[in-house]
């Protein structure tokens, strides 16, 4: 049964008004999405069930708010680092949060490094190809959103859970 299944850990990480509650709220409307537990009252927290390639994988997504620190998460199963294209210091907070994550050598976490707000090309300060270079380097998922336009919303949510498949660290 379901009670049986592990719940994954999710953590949304990045700058204050970068999209993280947005890219969140976008989740909840994929096609990808199951049964959200409404348990909570803590907005911050939910767990959800995300049926792919029909296997089910129950995961909990912290949204931190801006006042608490990252690391009072443990058992992490996945960071979902998020800088702006249109913020440079939002890039420079989400690298030294990806170092501070890597130097933790106990744990292997998914990292997924996003780069939001794909849709503001007029005011991009960071390319494509600068957050698809430091994931080489760092060994870990880049994706270009856009939490607005819902584009590739999904495809962040699906390498969310492959990323979590193939770290099976908690299995
Ligand atoms: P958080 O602080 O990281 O949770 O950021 P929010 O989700 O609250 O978003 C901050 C602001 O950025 C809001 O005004 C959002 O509407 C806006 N925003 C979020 N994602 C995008 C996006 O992909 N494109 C654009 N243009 N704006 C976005």
């Known amino acids: 049964s ?3 299944q592990p719940i994954f850990r999710v953590l949304m990480v990045g700058a204050h008004g970068v999209g993280k ?3 969140v709220q976008q989740f909840m409307t994929s096609e990808y999405m199951g049964a959200l537990d409404t348990s909570f009252d803590d907005d911050s927290e939910r767990t959800v069930s995300v049926l792919i ?3 089910e994988t129950m995961i909990d997504i912290y949204d931190i708010p801006p ?3 990252y690391k009072r998460y443990d058992n992490v199963d996945a960071y979902v680092i998020v800088y702006s294209i249109t913020d440079r210091s939002s890039f420079n907070h989400g690298v030294d949060i990806l170092e501070e994550i890597m130097c933790d050598t106990e744990r292997h976490p998914a990292i997924i490094l996003v780069a939001n707000k794909s849709d503001l090309l007029r005011s991009r300060q960071i390319t494509n190809d600068e957050g698809r270079e430091l994931c080489v380097k760092k060994d870990c998922k880049y994706i270009e959103v856009s939490a607005v336009l819902n584009h590739k919303v999904d495809d962040l949510l699906v390498g969310i859970v492959s990323q979590i498949r193939l770290h099976p660290h908690r299995i």
């Open 67 to 69: 006042d608490k620190d």
């Open 2 to 4: 379901s009670c049986d």
């Open 21 to 23: 509650t947005a890219l």
């Open 53 to 55: 390639d029909g296997e």
